[in-house]
């Protein structure tokens, strides 16, 4: 158990609808983070807040956004959505931020849109 | 840019014997690597980090990597494999990105490990 805690484990959705996603990172840890699981695209870094800040983007679509709350726990909203946004979203956490600071995974999100 | 590249997409071992997952990088200076493992239906679980200290790196579960800057390699080895290593194995470089200098993790494709009884 990495003490990342993601909600809900699954979601199914239509195309066309929004849905948030939940993070609670471990606890002390101030960055967190973003990532798109799919069969075509692999593992990709969305976004990152440290301590309530976005502090760098990926490959994050302009439908998608996130932020991070005072109490560090972190939301990701996916709006317009289509049958390509079906994936496993995960959260990480770490520290601080910088590259020596490993990362520490959540059990994901599995989105599937119908 | 930083890249990694898993050579092999599925390697299968039987149990008992060594195990052998490669990964090349590409960086313009010395990076920081990662060997991070995924279990089915579970997240990403941390191996072992390589942050230009030794360059034999242990991690857990008896998996070690070593990184040899002259061949741009950090393959990740163990001498004997269990039953329960087998899982999707994710080589990872930790990318400087010069438009907001901020790190971000670049994974490679993935190594599926099937390990046979």
């Known amino acids: 158990d990495s003490g990342v805690t993601q909600t809900p484990k699954h979601l199914i959705t239509a195309t066309g609808q929004r849905v948030t996603l939940r993070c609670s990172p471990r606890?002390?840890?101030?960055?967190v983070y973003w990532y798109q699981q799919s069969l075509d695209q692999g593992l990709q870094f969305l976004i990152q807040?440290?301590?309530?800040?976005?502090?760098a983007k990926g490959n994050i679509l302009e439908r998608f956004s996130a932020q991070q709350f005072p109490d560090l726990h972190s939301e990701l909203n996916l709006s317009s959505l289509e049958l390509g946004d079906s994936a496993l979203y995960f959260c990480?956490?770490?520290?601080?931020?910088?590259?020596?600071?490993?990362?520490?995974f959540g059990p994901g999100t599995r989105l599937t849109v119908t | 840019a930083q890249s990694v590249t898993q050579l092999d997409s599925h390697v299968s071992v039987s149990e008992g014997t060594p195990v052998l997952l490669r990964c090349n990088y590409s960086s313009s200076y010395s990076p920081s690597l990662f060997w991070y493992v995924q279990h089915p239906n579970k997240g990403l679980q941390l191996l072992l980090k390589?942050?230009?200290?030794?360059?034999l790196v242990k991690g857990i579960n008896g998996f070690e990597a070593e990184f040899k800057k002259s061949e741009t390699s950090f393959h990740l080895t163990k001498p004997s494999a269990h039953m329960s290593d087998a899982a999707e194995y994710f080589c990872v470089v930790s990318a400087l990105s010069s438009m907001d200098s901020s790190y971000k993790l670049i994974f490679g494709s993935g190594t599926r490990l099937l390990v046979r009884p």
């Open positions: 807040y440290y301590n309530g800040e976005e502090r």
């Open positions: 606890s002390g840890d101030l960055s």
């Open positions: 990480a956490s770490s520290p601080r931020t910088g590259d020596v600071y490993e990362q520490y």
């Open positions: 390589y942050t230009s200290a030794a360059t």
